[in-house]
């Protein structure tokens, strides 16, 4: 084949090409709007684990959990961010016991769906409002 035919074809071929190169590259990172998720709960895991600090450190300097996450950074020296990415709302914060607390939040994917490694240790969650509970041991410091 010569000519005009020849040259559909390779047009044709490269376009096969492109176009599977970018379903592959899709499929190796993901769509656009699962990794916006998946780094706004990134960013709830950090928001939390940052708030889990300020709490350890309000109950070694006060030797009590504090009652609310209000005043909570102001009160430690940290900056803390106390409502969501996206929504805005509060993260959850509940004391059941003089040596337990809860941390919540609404998780948009499940931990457990990314590589090994990407979820700091205590803090995998699954897609939904998820608590992470945590206990106080004799010096302040918090045990999952």
Known sequence: MSGPGRGRMLVIAAGVAIAATVVA???????????????????????????????????????????????????????????????????????PAPDRYRLCAVFATDSRDRAAGDVPEGWAHPAGPHCFERRLDADGDARR
């Open 25 to 95: 590259a899709l499929l190796v990172t993901g769509l656009p709007d699962a990794q916006r998720q998946a780094r706004l709960d990134e960013r709830r895991v950090q928001d939390l684990h940052r708030i889990d600090l300020a709490i350890r450190a309000h109950a070694r300097q006060h030797d009590a959990l504090p009652a609310t996450l209000d005043g909570l950074g102001e009160a430690t020296g940290r900056r803390l961010s106390l409502a969501e990415p996206g929504t805005g709302a509060r993260y959850g914060f509940s004391v």
